[in-house]
């Protein structure tokens, strides 16, 4: 299939910088001359961080950042884990379109053909593309996309990479913390074992911060901003965080900070869930922390507070990317997208890790600073979904995007956040039931493909936490009718007033 090129989006992006100098704020960059800083984390409950509201977690880094960014309360993600998710919003394609709704699905083989990703529309845009570490799930689920990068660094050369160089890999940092190598055969019954204590893991890493890739990973990516200052090509650079997956553990020092005894206990304990359809999950069966049973209290706690500390040293790092962006005097001339790739359970509901139909899991953390803009410092309760990331960004930067993008240019909330924005976000869950999600202000509903699943409706207002299925309460039978037709109609029936219609 042929793509189509957008027209037009390139004049948009210039009407609102010169609105935003219009209104009083710092001068209107260039919008033809901006660079993309792409910095993501992994399973973050965006309600967890400290720059999010969280009163125990401590992000000062991401507290100064939201100060000059704009910081959206509502940012859904398409798909409930990292493969989809991360294809739905590096494509601007729903995962219905991709093809991709679980961390099975290879990429590369299911995206329609012609499907560009974000580092291939900015290739073509005359962007230099600099990766380090995880973009992609998996980077042999993406081989023919990262191939257009220019600089890749990775800890170690991917498995299944066929591609030429140019993958950098990381030195060794010296020593290991635990010494529990990979039992060779990634099939066998030690490796699975492996794997699920290997990921159960919390607390002290035995490594000190300058001895953790996450770290060095920040380093690298400061050093490299430092080296575009001397040039003058506009660059993306890609960096990412891998905390705060499990295992969750950090150095000692952000360990310190957060005394497990001071941890509430989570909200929504399984005992307040009525005509709750993931009772399973609360029995166990937790996929990435927890895996062979639940957690007693004390065991929650700890868990919690590690993951805390996971976000504090996130945050650390952060702030050695950002300084780094500040010294290279590129700052007013770069946008930069700190995100989740999705959310993770911390034991409300009884349930730990992603892979779940509720908001723990779909709800990620999106901040975006735009040089110039007139809300920046705000935060936006709107909704906007991940999807929009990519339009978003062609309409921002002036690069052109494919015709059939699923998402929206939130690019108006950088002049005034507060204005009517979409009335709902739809996900999918690929992994067990083949659920589907939409979600308003006021109601989430989601109905299942297979297997016994009845559908399920909470009402958001009176109950945020979704412990209470309404579905079948006959006081919400007009709403709960108003949600499957939403459901049914798709994304095109809660576009934001003003956007242009799609066909
Ligand atoms: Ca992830």
Redesign the pocket.
Known sequence: MAMSWAGGRILRGAVIFALALAVGSSPAADTSKLNILLIDI??CNAGALGCYGNPLCKTPNLDDFCQTAVRFDRAHVQAV??NP??TSFLTGLRPKTTRVRSNRDVMSEHLPEGTLTLPEMLKAAGFYLADIGKLF?KIDYAERQMRVFDRIEMYDRPTGWKGPEPIIVFPPSGRKAVPDPAPPDHDSKDYAEWRRRRSDRYGDSGLKPDEERDYRMAVSAAALLKEFSKGDRRFFLAVAQSRP?TPLIAPKSFIDMYDPAQIPAPPAPPDSLVNFPYMQRARGKNPDIFTMQQPTPQQAREAIAAYYACLSFVDHNVGVILRGLEESGLADKTIVVFL???GFHLGDHGFWS?YSMLAATHRAPLIVRVPGAAAAGKTCDGIVEFVDLVPTLGELCGFQVPANLEGTSFAPLFSDPNRPWKTASFLVEGDSENGEIVRTRKYSYMEFEKGEMPAAMFDLEKDPWETRNIVDDPGYAAARKGMADLLHAGWKAALPPSAPARE
Do not use: I, L, N, P
Request: hydrophobic content about 0%.
């Open positions: 992994e399973d884990c990292c998710s991360r799930h997956h989740g790739d999705h992603k």
